[in-house]
């Protein structure tokens, strides 16, 4: 794995730190107070590239790499977390699966306008299908040059901004998980009815509603890859998925970091500076070398990827890793601020709140270590 940056990259991971202090950085105290997504942002981070970062330029993508991608996720989710959820799902879920698995036409008609203006969203679970996917209660029936689509999807991120949804619905039960397809709907199909907005404890900026179908007609030709592809695309996805969350993970410890050290600097007590405390040292220096080894875990999983390389182990140990640690290292942020970090002005409680979601989204922290150990023993 090389280490070096290129100067493409530097110059992402700047484009994206300065976005995400002055785009996000104000207002996003208000926004997760108040639930609000970040509408206005997310449609400049289209502007800037942020949300089809790797697709190729000919579906109006940016053709990056990963490492560009998870350096610009860290960047951006250090500030906001629910802008960087929405990228990743975007990017990683909607874009990358639509690329590599979608027809000519779904590309020519979805792909071209998710890269540039998003919004994408990825509905797999539900009310009793989250951890255990292959229990998909959701139908998608044949009914010759469509599916009829029922059901219901649970805790879905863009679901009410998204306006492009991959949806995972059983076609043959008898067929278990080889009877699972991937179905393009779109929003305003007749039939389809966005739920209940979540009240959420962290990333309260995302919006995450449950979605209802109802004898949705949904054309085969929005079908993605052949019958019985979808449960085989979902994970295929989510893989990759993982290594943005990864680094979303990544970027909420980090800025977590950051602003201890800041303030570490700034404060005094007993006489001298916090950051003169041994006590303070000490953890900021367990924080450090937590966040490099997640560092390194994310990168070698993206640059696993770049390579084409079987990257399913690196981004299930990544995404175990770093968001164990954005506990870790947040909760020792709110510590190290004492009572000004457990107000929301500081910032450090939000990202605190923030991180949880890390080890529950895109396969719990349970579930990253069954990929693990499957690899590893199979
Ligand atoms: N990559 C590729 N294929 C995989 C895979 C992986 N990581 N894991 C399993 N598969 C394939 C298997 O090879 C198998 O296919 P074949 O029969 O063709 O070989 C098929 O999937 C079924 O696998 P298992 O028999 O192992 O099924 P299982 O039920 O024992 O376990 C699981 C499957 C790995 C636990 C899976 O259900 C899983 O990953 N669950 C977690 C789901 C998840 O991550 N949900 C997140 C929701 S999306 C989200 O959060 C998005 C958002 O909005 C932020």
Known sequence: MNFQLTEEHFAVQQAARDFAQTELLPGVIERDAHQKFPT??????????????????????????????????????????????????????????????????????????????GIGAFCLSEPEAGSDATSQRTTAEDKGDYYLLNGTKNW????????????IAQTDASKKHKGI???IVEKGMPGFVVGKKEDKMGIRGSDTHSLMFTDVKV???????????????????????????????????????????????ERKAFGKMLAEHQAIQFKLA???????????????AAWLKDQKKDFVKAAAMAKLFAS??????????????GGYGYVKEYHVERLMRDAKITQIYEGTTEIQKMVISRELLR
């Open 286 to 300: 367990d924080m450090a070398t937590k966040i490099d080894a997640a560092r390194l875990l994310v990168h070698q």
């Open 181 to 183: 397809n991937a179905l």
């Open 324 to 337: 164990q640690i954005a506990q870790d290292v947040t909760t020792e942020a709110v510590q190290i601020h």
């Open 219 to 265: 054309p085969k030709a929005n079908r993605i890859g052949d019958d019985g592809f979808g449960f085989s695309f979902a994970m295929t996805t989510l893989n990759g998925g993982r290594i943005g969350i990864a680094s979303q993970a990544l970027g909420i410890a980090a800025g977590a970091y950051e602003l201890a050290v800041k303030y570490s600097k």
């Open 40 to 117: 206005e942002q997310v449609r400049k981070m289209g502007e800037l590239g942020f949300l089809g970062m790797m697709v190729d330029p000919k579906y109006n993508g940016g053709g990056m790499d990963s490492i560009s991608y998870v350096l610009a996720m860290e960047e951006i989710s250090k500030v906001d977390a629910s802008a960087s959820v929405c990228m990743s799902v975007n990017n990683s879920l909607v874009c990358w699966g639509l690329e590599k698995y979608g027809s000519e036409e779904q590309k020519e008609k979805y792909l071209k306008k998710l890269a540039v203006e």
């Open 156 to 167: 879905i991120t863009n679901g009410s901004t998204a306006s492009v949804y991959i949806v």
